[in-house]
């Protein structure tokens, strides 16, 4: 188990062993600083370190503590609007491209598991479940528009009884069967990266909050101890708890509260008849359910969302009821763990990479709007192209729109609310 400081949840309590790394505690210089123990820091650390840069990596609180420690663990294809829709707004050539980095960065997982030995319970496999007949109209759509993409893997529209060979429940009227996306444990994963990190040479720092950014030709990091990194290049990997550190970064991404329960190991059985094939599932609803089965046959389910710093009331409860919903034949069961965090989202739900600062040499990657555990990956390896020199396929995801939130920053989440309120009524239509 992990330190205290992790919230508690499955994840930590059945973490790899990975030793608490020091708090910064003098002023050191580096070629790049990078701020952020999640997925996104740790693997911009990686590949910067293996082309030769020394790098520093500060983490407000412990590895992997924020969304890269507690999310679904789901591998997802393409980005959350659709290819299509951003074909709308970058053109074909760019949206090639940007599905062929996407579709890179499952690669990256493959190939980062493999080379570094990292235990996370990595399987692939996939269903996205329908409710609807109008949720399979998409699914088809879908499907062709994957395939004009290139898309190779296992892809196929179930319809009927068909999809109780995936999963066997009486809420799904079909599904897509995608071949090419998967399941991870998350906080497993992360760990696996920043072991593979601190082996390439980065120097990893915990319990060392940056508190002041001082811009320049170099950039020097002010943590909260009075220690400090000055680097010519700095990599900002916070997403949703970025905080004040950089306003004009904050205002394009909000904060979103989502959260998963973790039955006890279910009997062999009864996790088969659930999920026949071991495949990951999430539903088609605009605020969908998401689950799968650990590596020890938990059920593990996620669902609901919080535009609020506050935890929803009768959380475990409200988590129960939807998992029965889905399997009633799990209505004996609880949740041993329940636990949440917030993912970084963008008004047109599109990742947000950029540079910023007096000199523009603050590389920054937010925003994955439920896409992260991929799409971290090549943000961190295109931020190391960029910052050595090769910048076409980090500029490609400057292509895409960033909206500013609407209602400033107290007002903000409020508006967010009461605009998603149609697409919860939206879910609710036949």
């Known amino acids: ?164 060979a995936y999963c066997n429940s009486p809420a799904y009227v079909g599904g897509l069967v995608d071949g090419g996306a998967g399941w991870l444990h998350p906080l497993n994963y992360c760990l696996g990266l920043a072991a593979a990190a601190r082996a390439a040479g980065v120097k990893l720092f915990e319990e060392t909050r940056v508190t002041r950014i001082e811009e320049g030709s170099k950039v020097t990091l002010h943590a909260d101890n009075g220690a400090a990194v000055t680097a010519p290049f700095v990599v900002m990997a916070c997403n949703a708890y970025l905080g004040d550190l950089i306003p004009k970064l904050r205002r394009r991404i909000m904060p979103v509260g989502t959260y998963i329960g973790a039955t006890r190991p279910l009997p062999k059985a009864l996790a088969e008849d659930c999920l026949p094939t071991n495949a990951t599932v999430a539903d088609h609803n605009f605020v969908l359910n998401y689950f799968q089965r650990s590596g020890d046959d938990r059920m593990l389910f996620g669902g609901g969302v919080s535009y609020t710093t506050l935890m929803p009331p009768n959380l475990p409860g409200v988590m129960r009821r939807k998992m029965v919903k889905v399997f009633p034949q799990l209505r004996d069961e609880t949740f ?66 960033h909206s500013l939130f609407p209602g400033g920053k107290w007002l903000r989440a409020p508006v967010l609310a009461l605009a998603m309120t149609w697409y919860r009524l939206r879910d609710l239509l036949p």
């Open 1 to 164: 188990m992990l330190s205290a400081n992790h919230v508690e949840s499955y994840y930590a309590a059945s973490a790899n062993a990975f030793s608490v790394q020091p708090a910064l505690q003098e002023s050191v210089n580096a070629d790049v600083c990078v701020v952020g123990g999640g997925f996104t820091g740790l693997s911009a650390a990686l590949n910067l370190a293996e082309r030769g840069f020394s790098v520093v990596l500060l983490e407000a609180e412990r590895i992997g503590w924020g969304a890269s420690g507690r999310n679904g663990g789901h591998i997802g294809t393409e980005y959350n609007p659709g290819i299509d829709r951003i074909e709308q707004w970058v053109g074909r050539a760019n949206a090639q491209l940007l599905w062929d980095l996407s579709e890179e960065a499952k690669d990256i997982i493959r190939q980062r598991v493999t080379k570094h030995a990292i235990d996370c319970d990595l399987r692939w496999g996939y269903l996205h479940a329908a409710e609807k007949r109008r949720h399979l109209a998409d699914m088809d759509e879908t499907l062709e528009t994957w395939r004009r993409y290139g898309y190779r893997a296992e892809l196929k529209v179930v319809r009927g009884a068909e999809v109780r």
């Open 336 to 401: 041993e763990y329940v636990w949440g965090g917030y993912v970084g989202i963008t008004v047109e739900r599109t990742p947000h990479l950029g540079r910023t600062g007096q000199q523009k040499n603050i590389y920054f990657a937010q925003g994955y709007s439920g896409q992260g555990v991929a799409l971290t990956g090549i943000a961190g390896k295109v931020i190391a192209e960029a910052i050595a020199g090769q910048a076409e396929r980090f500029d490609a995801f400057g292509k895409l729109p």
